[in-house]
C-alpha cells in the first residue's frame, strides 16, 4: 500500500517537473516574442496556447496534468471591458487521494519597459480589491517576473519577492498562492466554467491548470 508520505514525494516531484516545464516553455516564447511586433495580449494569449498545446493531459509521477486556455476579445463587437483590472484568469486544480484543491488568481501583464506607471497602479487596484492573489507579468526577453500585486506600489514593481510563472503555479499547487474564493465550478464543463469566472470577473483570458491522480 502506498502511504501518504509517499504520495506528497511523488506530488512534490509532479510539481517540480511541472514549474520546470512550463519556465522552459515561458523561456521560448519570451525569446520568439520580445524583440518581435507581438502587443502584450497577443503575448499572453500566445503564452496560454502552448501552455496548452504542451501539457494538456500530461502524465507525469502518476499525475495527470491538464492545461485549459480561452481566448476573448478584448475590441469590437463582443468585447470584454476590465473593471478587475486584469488581463488573465488563471484556474489551479488538483485531485488527489479523495482532496482536492480548487483556487484562482488574476494576472496583469506588462512588457519590462513599461513607463505607464499610472495605469498600471489603477489596475492593480481593482485587481487588489477583488482577490490580494493578483499579480503583475513583467516580459522580459528570456522568462517573465511574477510581481504579487502587494509588492505594486504607486505602479511601480518591486521585484524583491519575484518569481517565475513556473514558481507562481507550484507554489498555488502547493496551497502558498492563489484564491480559493475564485476556484472554477467544477460541475460544469471546462469551457463553460471557464467562461462563467472569467464573465464574473470580466477578464479577456483565461488559463486552468488541472491536476489529477492517474498511472505512472
Known amino acids: 500500500m502506498v502511504t501518504e508520505e509517499e504520495n506528497r514525494a511523488r506530488r512534490e516531484r509532479a510539481y517540480r517537473h511541472v514549474g520546470q516545464l512550463i519556465d522552459g516553455i515561458v523561456a521560448q516564447a519570451c525569446v520568439r516574442h520580445y524583440f518581435a511586433t507581438t502587443q502584450e495580449h497577443q503575448f499572453t ?40 483590472g486584469a488581463d488573465v484568469y488563471i484556474s489551479v486544480v488538483m485531485n488527489a487521494a479523495g482532496h482536492t484543491i480548487n483556487k484562482g488568481m488574476t494576472i496583469q501583464s506588462k512588457w519590462d519597459d513599461s513607463t505607464d506607471y499610472a495605469g ?27 510581481v504579487p500585486s502587494g509588492d505594486v506600489h504607486g505602479g511601480r514593481l518591486d521585484f524583491s519577492r519575484a518569481m517565475t510563472v513556473g514558481t507562481l503555479i507550484t507554489e498555488a499547487l502547493r496551497c502558498h498562492e492563489a484564491d480559493p474564493r475564485l476556484g472554477l465550478n467544477l460541475a460544469l464543463p471546462i469551457p463553460n466554467a471557464l467562461t462563467a469566472m472569467m464573465e464574473q470577473l470580466t477578464v479577456p483570458n483565461g488559463l486552468s491548470l488541472t491536476l489529477t491522480d492517474g498511472p505512472v
Do not use: C
Open 120 to 146: 498600471l497602479a489603477e489596475q492593480v487596484g481593482k485587481m487588489k480589491k477583488r482577490t490580494k492573489s493578483s499579480y503583475v507579468w513583467v516580459y522580459g526577453p528570456s522568462s517573465i517576473a511574477v
Open 45 to 84: 494569449s500566445k503564452i496560454a496556447d502552448r501552455l496548452e498545446s504542451e501539457l494538456n493531459n500530461l502524465k507525469v509521477f502518476g499525475v495527470s496534468v491538464s492545461v485549459h486556455a480561452q481566448d476573448f476579445p478584448d475590441k469590437g463587437r463582443g468585447s470584454w471591458e476590465k473593471p478587475s
